[in-house]
Structures are given as C-alpha cells and as structure tokens.
C-alpha cells in the first residue's frame, strides 16, 4: 500500500503532539508541524519524489534528520519514533487528543497535573470537580470537559447522513473509474436515508477480471483494510468511517442491493414471506427448488412474492409490507413537488446572503417562494430583529417584489417562543405578517408538562402559523427536548396551524415516526430548508428524505403548494 503525504504529516503531527505531552523541546516539536505543514501542502507525493532521486531537503523545514525520517516511512510504512513514543505513553492519550477542546497542551497538564491517561478518568476526574483547580481551566472548561467527553462517547461512531453523503460521493466516483465496473450505489442506511448513518454499504457491479477491489485500496482516504477478497471488502477510512464494498455481476445486482438495502428487519419479514411462496431470497437472487427465478432488479425479487416495489426509504418494517400487500403504498413526495421554501435567514441576522442573493437562489432551485424568517430580538447571538428592524425588512421585501421575476418573496419571522408560550414580539406587527413561525430556543429542560403548556399556548396565539424544529434536537450532540409530540400534532389541528420538517443536516427534525402520526391525524408539514446561505437550500433534498421516511406524500406537505393556494392555507381561521 503507497504511502501518501497526508499519512506522513498525521504521523509527524502525532509525533509533536506526544513530544509536547512530554513537555519536550519546543523547536523540534515546531520543526515536526512545519514538516507537516509542508507536506500538506505540497503537489507531488514524496514518495514519487523519492523515487526520482529527488533530494528533500530542499523542501521547506525538511532537513536531514526529517528527511531520513520520511524515506523510513515511504519504505516500512512505520516510523520508529512514533513507535517508540507510543511504548512510551499510554496509548489513552492519543484519544485524549481526539476529544474536541483538548489540543496537547491541556492533555499535558492532565497528564502531569492530575495523572490523567484515559477517557474514564477524565471523566471521573471532571464529575468530581477536580479539572477546576487546575491553571488555565476553571469550571466552566470543566463543564465543557464533562459534555464533550459524553457526546464522544455516546457517537458510537454513528455520523450524520449530510456527512456520510460527502464520503459517499467521493468514493463513489472514486470506485466507478476502475476498469470493467458498470455500476456504483451506496446502500444500507445511507440509501434509506436515515438521519445517521454506522457504515457505508457500497455494491459495485462488475465483471469477473475487474481490479476494483485492488483500485479501492489505492484510495488516498483508505487507513486501514479489515478484510480484502475478490468480492467482499472492508476498510476503514482517516476519518474513521467504516466501508463495506460488494462486487457482484450484473446478473444478481437486484437482489444484491435489495439484500444490502435493507432493513435487517424488513429483509427477515420479506424472507418469511417468500418461504411461505415456496421461494428462498438472498443477496444472489430468488430461487425455486434451486432454480433462480428473479434477481436481476429490486422489482423483480418484490415481484416474486407478490409486491409492488417499495421505495428503499419505506423498508423499516413499520407496515410497508402490509400497506404493498393491500395495494396502499404511499407516493412518496419527491423534491420536485416543492415549489417553495418557509424558513430562511439574511444577512440582517445570522445568515450570510443579502435578500436578493438568496431569492435568486431559490428561484434557481426551482422555487416560486421563499418565506423570510429572521430571528427575533430576543435571540441576541443571532443579532435577531425587533419591531423597527423587522418593519424595515418588510419594507425591502415589498420593494424587491416589485422588481423580481419567477420568485416571490414571503414576509416571515422564526419568533421565539418565551418560557410561558408568549411571543417574543408584540402582536402588531406579527399581525402584518405572511407567517409566524415559532420555535423554542431557550429552556430546553422544562419538565415535559411544562414544556408542552409553553407551546400549546404559542400555538393559540391568532397569528402563530408554523412550529420550527419540533422536537429541537441536534443530531448526535443534542437530545430533543421532552414534549408530548402527540398532543401538538393533534393541537395544531385543532388551532389550523403546521409543522416544520427541518430539513438542517444538523436537524432532521421533524422525526420520521412523527411525521407518520402527522399523516395521519391530517397536519400538514412544510419542508424548510432553515437556509443561512444560498448554498443551504440543496439540504432541501434531505427533507424530503426524513419526509419520505415518514410516508409522506406530496398532498401532505404544505409547501408543494402553489402560492396563491398556500396564501389561503396560511390564513388562521381558528
Ligand atoms: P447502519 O450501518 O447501522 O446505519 O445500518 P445498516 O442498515 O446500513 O446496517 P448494516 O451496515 O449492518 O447492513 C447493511 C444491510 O445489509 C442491512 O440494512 C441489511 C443487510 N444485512 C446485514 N446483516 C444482515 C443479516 O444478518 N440479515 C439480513 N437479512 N440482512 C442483513
Ligand atoms: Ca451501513
Ligand atoms: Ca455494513
């Protein structure tokens, strides 16, 4: 396996961050970042380099000593440094490092202060209130020691799916290059779009003689291979993520991507099905008696037992199977069917684009509104807008309607929603509005009575319209907060008000379960990208993705709407 210069510079980098625990020579922990650094930066692989007789230390903060260090590294893939400093220390440090706010300055003092060497007693040490009496930490590190040490642990690894996506892509087009391959898709959770995601799950289609598995672990991201053979593999890659590749031929590329698709759960019930027929199903077709009946697409292995195809979002084993038995399967709404957008922000709070950037760019996303919805006052780190500011802006709005073609503009405001369910402006001028959308941003830890009463009681409010992110969680860093879900849904029918689905990568909120249950008590959700720069409004399609696992179709979300209908929709008559 080459060696890349990225491999090189986290060697190096590991190196100066264990030399710097051990309260080393500050020069020569410098002269190992600045090697790094170089080598970051460089356009040729040093190893090709090499390889040409090239001398190094004509690069930059390479002398001799590092050079020498990087020709052991190119030849044995190891360097006898690190090994030695990894004898050395304990090996917890190395994850000390890794815990967001601890560079190797504050391991250090942990280490010899308090004889820290692991994440448990770090986490011992922080409950107890012991990091506190440290210099330079306090107990405000302490906390933050405390929260990040929890989130590391809880991420079991798991990442968010608009992340995944980036790994996914890359790697995509990546595998698709290799001589003889044909097709490239990523299945698994990733294809079901679910909010996080554990492993990529990657089927290649390709000939028997394709060197794809040999190409894969030539990728400059792969850090480790768990396993390699012919058909199967599994790397890890420098960001930790874990990749199981599948090869098979065309012939069996139905079954095998419905196989590796999923759910675990949905296969097992469809497999059942199947006995019943007779049939055996697994990731090389459909057989009868040992003769291969189906395989070559999903719809043809469904097909043998008797279903329509279901949509990959759908697989869950959540009812899918009986709704495809009896004819009732959702359609499932599609990006396409969005024709307009009810939560972004300007510059004029926390957002980056002027008023005009971001109408045009949602008309080029194929947008015919956009709904305005700064901050309001109340949040000050988002420079939210009182009455004046907000008037203001109203104003602008109306002038830009006047001049823009394809695209009109909505007047909106993303309210807080204060601890006793008032709003944090007063009636007026929210009464001018296109739509109020409320949300909770304050208080997260009222008691779930007390919480659900905060915004069953905006929700009375005569000029409320839309909830923000209602469950109010951060994926794999904040829990929602606790509400009866139920009862809002079933209240924001009673008042003729809707539900955001948060279409954030950060978000995903409305969950796919409650978007279910707001199907069916008849609540319409808006798909909102939540939009702080023009770029954010691709997040959109991952809306649509929670919203399709939540069976939703377009009749369901309010802005597939066109405008003059959703005009009629926003007004509250309750
Ligand atoms: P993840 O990675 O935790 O986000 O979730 P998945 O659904 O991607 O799960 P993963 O990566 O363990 O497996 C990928 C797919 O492979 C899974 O959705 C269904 C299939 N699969 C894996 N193990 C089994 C199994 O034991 N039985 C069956 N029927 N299918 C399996
Ligand atoms: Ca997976
Ligand atoms: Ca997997």
Not at 305 to 333: H, S, T
Not at 538 to 560: C, F, I, M, P, S
Request: aromatic share 4%; proline share 3%.
């Amino acid at each position: 396996m080459p060696i890349h210069n990225a491999d090189i510079a986290a060697i190096f980098e590991q190196i100066a961050d264990l030399l710097e625990i051990e309260n080393d020579n500050p020069f020569r922990i410098r002269a190992y970042r600045n090697a790094a650094r170089t080598l970051r930066n460089l356009g040729q692989d040093v190893g090709d380099m090499l390889a040409g007789g090239k001398d190094l230390t004509k690069l930059p903060g390479i002398g001799k000593d590092l050079a020498a260090k990087i020709e052991e590294i190119v030849a044995t893939g190891r360097c006898r440094t690190l090994d030695k400093l990894h004898k050395r220390t304990s090996p917890g440090l190395s994850e000390l490092l890794r815990i967001p706010g601890l560079g190797p300055k504050r391991v250090s003092a942990l280490y010899h202060e308090l004889d820290i060497h692991t994440p448990e007693q770090l986490y011992r040490a922080a409950r107890d209130g012991r990091i506190r009496a440290l210099p330079g930490f306090g107990e405000k590190t302490e906390q933050h020691i405390l929260e990040n040490i929890e989130a590391h642990v809880q991420k079991d690894s798991r990442i968010k799916l608009a992340t995944a996506a980036q790994y996914a892509r890359a790697l995509e087009a990546y595998l698709r290059q290799a001589a003889g391959v044909s097709q490239v898709t990523v299945a698994g959770s990733y294809r079901r779009c679910r909010e996080t995601v554990g492993d990529l799950d990657i089927l290649v289609c390709a000939g028997n003689d394709s060197p794809v598995m040999d190409h894969l672990i030539l990728y400059d991201e792969v850090a480790q291979v768990l396993s390699q053979g012919r058909t199967r593999a599994t790397v890890i890659l420098r960001s930790g993520l874990q990749v199981d590749v599948r090869v098979v031929d065309k012939k069996n590329y139905g079954a095998a991507l419905y196989y590796f698709t999923g759910s675990k759960a949905h296969n097992i019930e469809i497999r059942k099905l199947a006995r019943k027929r007779g049939l055996k199903i697994n990731e090389y077709g459909v057989f009868q008696n040992g003769r291969r009946v189906a395989g070559d697409t999903e719809a043809s292995v469904l097909g043998a037992v008797g279903l329509p195809y279901i949509a990959p979002e759908l697989r869950e084993n959540r009812g899918e199977i009986e709704a495809a038995q009896a004819g009732m399967l959702p359609q499932l709404v599609e990006r396409g069917d969005l024709k307009g957008d009810l939560h972004a922000h300007t510059k004029a709070t926390d957002g980056h684009d002027t008023l005009k950037a971001m109408a045009l760019a949602a008309r080029e996303r194929g947008l015919e509104y956009l709904a305005v919805t700064e901050h309001s006052r109340r949040l000050t780190v988002a420079h939210g807008l009182d009455q004046r500011r907000l008037l203001q802006q109203m104003e602008q709005i109306d002038e830009l309607n006047e001049t823009l073609r394809g695209i009109t503009l909505l007047k909106g405001i993303e309210v807080d929603i204060l601890e006793d369910g008032r709003l944090d402006l007063p009636d007026a001028v929210l009464g001018r509005l296109d739509l109020v959308i409320g949300a909770v941003h304050s208080k997260f830890h009222l008691s779930r009575a007390r919480q659900t009463r905060r915004i069953l009681r905006a929700m009375d409010h005569p000029h409320f319209t839309l909830l923000a992110h209602p469950s109010g969680h951060l994926l794999l860093e904040r829990a929602p907060y606790d509400v009866d879900m139920p009862r809002i849904i079933r209240h924001a029918r009673e008042r003729g008000c809707f539900l955001e689905l948060n279409a954030h990568p950060m978000r995903l909120d409305l969950l796919d379960s409650y978007c279910m249950l707001a199907r069916e008590e008849g609540v319409l959700i808006s798909i909102n990208s939540d939009a702080h720069s023009t770029m954010d409004f691709d997040n959109l399609a991952y809306g649509v993705g929670q919203a399709r696992r939540g069976w939703l179709e377009k009749k369901d979300v309010l802005n597939t709407r066109p405008l003059e209908v959703l005009r009629g929709l926003l007004k509250r008559t309750m």
